[in-house]
């Protein structure tokens, strides 16, 4: 299985258009906004989560180039974990697609999707996608998917909705062929329960990194410690952070983290927190990186 990070970034990106702190001005390097693309035999890919990003993503991808018929596209569908919009505007963007793509998702995504902000109507009025409730043993066809239950954090314009969740999951995808297993978890609002279990003899794990420490929000944006932690994200560091549980689960697991926000100062390759996360055997790919699973 081939995975491919087409962006690493949490909403906004990095740098965020709207902020002037010392991150985003120092010039480190860009990251665009969460999305992976997946493939089994490199021809066929299927997209975890769709960024606002996606067009340059694509466009900067070569194994995504669209071809050979004049309307051929490699893409063959997509996963959501949440229907955030940094995770699911993108698909507005793919509107152009033919025929449309089947779209998984848990059935509290595909509910925010058309009745709290109708995309769903909007897109399927270019062409027939599909709309698919995923489940454990979906198969995107030679890769098998399990579903584990992460969160009930509703995205913000879907604040009043009363659906039941899960709202957010995380992805373990395997590739019978190879046995090559990814785990892809963005959003971690804490280390859920059976997460263990769940990355058990992955080779990869793609991990909330949207926080180093639990209120750097109000050091760059007086946000309150209570306001980011609603936002429904695990920090690296800390007692209680992802890095010490990655720390005492030694083993073949490659540990990468995603989905930073622009005030995680791990962004600054040379910041000394840059350097405890990879002296604690994880890792801070850029996008465009390429994994081999
Ligand atoms: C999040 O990951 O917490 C959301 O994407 C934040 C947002 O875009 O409002
Ligand atoms: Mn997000
Ligand atoms: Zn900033």
């Not at 297993?181 to 080779?203: I, Q, R």
Request: aromatic letters at 8%; one cysteine or more.
């Amino acid at each position: 299985m081939k995975v491919l990070l087409l962006g690493t970034a949490a909403g906004g990106g990095f740098p965020q258009w709207n902020c002037a702190c010392r991150l985003c001005k120092s010039g480190a390097t860009p990251r665009s906004q969460d999305c992976v693309a997946i493939s089994a035999d490199g021809k066929g890919w299927y997209l975890l989560n769709a960024s606002p990003d996606i067009r340059s993503q694509i466009l900067s991808t070569p194994a995504l180039a669209a071809g050979p018929g004049p309307r051929e596209i490699p893409i063959l569908g997509g996963l959501l974990t949440d229907a955030e919009l940094d995770h699911s505007l993108g698909l507005l963007m793919l509107r152009e697609a033919a025929g449309g793509l089947p779209i998984w998702a848990p059935d509290a995504v595909l509910h925010a999707l058309r009745d709290c902000f109708p995309m769903r109507e909007i897109i399927d009025g270019y062409a027939g996608w599909e709309w698919l409730p995923i489940s454990s043993g979906t198969t995107l066809g030679s890769l098998t998917v399990q579903v584990l239950p992460v969160s009930d954090k509703h995205p913000k314009y879907a604040r009043s909705s009363t659906v039941d969740g899960p709202w957010v999951v995380a992805y373990r995808i395997e590739d019978p062929a190879t046995g090559g297993v990814l785990v892809y978890a963005p959003c971690l609002k804490s280390w859920p329960d059976g997460f263990d279990k769940f990355v058990e003899g992955a080779d990869l794990v793609l991990l909330d990194g949207t926080f180093y420490s639990p209120s750097e929000m109000s050091g760059a944006t007086h946000a309150t410690d209570g306001a980011q932690y609603a936002m429904g994200h695990i920090p690296i560091s800390g007692e209680h952070g992802s890095l010490a549980r990655i720390a005492a689960s030694r083993g073949t697991t490659r540990w990468a983290y995603t989905h930073l926000n622009n005030t995680n100062p791990v962004l600054d390759a040379t910041s000394p927190e840059h350097a405890t996360v990879l002296a604690s055997g994880a890792e801070l790919p850029l996008d465009g990186t390429e994994f081999k699973l």
